[in-house]
């Protein structure tokens, strides 16, 4: 039985996981803090944490029925993420292990968003492709071993989620911006507006976004108020439809590059239900399986973080004291 935390960005996370199964997965979202500045504002999110992070964790050890005495080891993300807010997780990590005397396991963020498809249901062992998307990282890796993955492709600017943060604030739809997109996009025309497909005829497996919300800014700049009012729904539904387009496409191009017989798709953006169907039809009618990650274990949760950490290796006392976060 592992106790994990997350405190890579806004999020504070505490989940108790046995193997595959999630036994709690506690989340604390900050959104409402940082919904007025339209983004994710570090020192916010770090003094957050130091109020959150105790309180998570006694409820993730509740929830699990269990107690810090029964854990077997303590997980916590060491990268990548904002240095502040992982500093309160790596921290606390090492105070209750310390003080429990109970082994560590630093994580890798990413490692983690790929490991959610570990847990249950149905879940998947490599080899597989993961299609990683969040609001810092989007990514192609190929897992053989549970422990690691090789980078395939990634963006070259924004993330998938980034473009859709940066989207929802020129549209006025508020923070965080993928999951308010994708409510608006519900009642409008994906074809309305033609925003680039970025990246379509380069065969690497690389991504941008970048140019996607300039040609959304333009298109912004030139409506009036009312205009804006009008097209907004369509607007939300073009956006949406070009982010997935290209994730979709690059995936499809992986496949095409590999002899990959399972896909599982994790971060934020993988809650996206256009991205989960368009996903869902490539993956039938190339017959291989699909994971679907569970929504809530999709965006940033402590549980992916036990799932990684069940084959990493284990850090004994004191040697987890010289343990530092890193950004990058
Ligand atoms: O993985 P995550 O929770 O945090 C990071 O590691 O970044 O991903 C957060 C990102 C945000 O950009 C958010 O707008 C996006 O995931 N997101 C979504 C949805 N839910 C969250 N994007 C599209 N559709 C969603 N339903
Ligand atoms: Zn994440």
Redo the contacts with the bound molecule.
């Keep these: 039985m592992i106790l994990a935390l997350d405190t890579?960005?806004?999020?504070t996370c505490a989940a108790v996981t046995a193997g595959s199964t999630v036994l709690s997965n506690v989340i604390s979202s900050q959104a409402a803090a940082h919904e007025r500045y339209g983004g994710v504002v570090p020192e916010v999110a770090s003094r957050h944490h130091v109020e959150l992070i105790n309180p998570v964790v006694d409820a993730a050890l509740a929830e699990a029925d269990t107690t810090l005495d029964d854990v077997d080891a303590i997980a916590v993300t060491t990268r990548p993420?904002l240095i502040g807010a992982l500093l309160v997780g790596v921290s606390t990590a090492k105070a209750l292990a310390a003080a429990a005397g109970k082994p560590l396991i630093p994580v890798d963020?990413?490692l983690g968003?790929v490991a959610a498809a570990y847990l249950e249901p149905e879940p998947l062992r490599p080899p597989f492709l993961a299609l990683?998307?969040?609001?810092?990282?989007t990514l192609l890796a190929g897992v053989e071993d549970r422990d690691r993955y090789e980078l395939l492709g990634q963006t070259l600017d924004d993330?998938?989620?980034?473009?859709?943060?940066k989207a929802?604030r020129l549209l006025g739809l508020g923070?965080?911006?993928?999951?308010?997109?994708?409510r608006c996009a519900a009642d409008g025309d994906p074809s309305a507006f033609d925003f680039p497909v970025a990246m379509s005829r380069d065969p690497r497996l690389d991504f941008s976004f970048s140019g996607l919300k300039t040609a959304l800014a333009y298109v912004v700049r030139d409506l009036s108020d009312q205009a804006l009012a009008a097209s907004r729904a369509d607007l939300a539904a073009s956006f949406?439809e070009a982010?997935v387009d290209q994730l979709v496409s690059k995936l499809a191009r992986a496949l095409d590059a590999g002899s990959w017989e399972a896909v599982a798709l994790?971060?934020?953006?993988?809650?996206?239900?256009?991205?989960r169907a368009r996903a869902g039809r490539l993956c039938e009618e190339r017959g291989v399986r699909l994971k679907l990650v569970e929504?809530e274990l999709?965006?940033?949760?402590a549980a992916m973080i036990g799932a990684a950490a069940e084959y990493l290796p284990v850090l004994p006392f004191p040697d987890y004291l010289e343990l530092d976060p890193i950004a990058r």
């Design positions: 890579s960005c806004d999020d993420g963020h990413l968003h990683i998307a969040s609001g810092g990282h993330a998938a989620g980034e473009a859709l943060d929802a923070y965080p911006g993928g999951p308010a997109i994708q949406q982010v994790g971060g934020g953006v993988a809650a996206n239900t256009s991205l929504p999709c965006t940033d949760n």
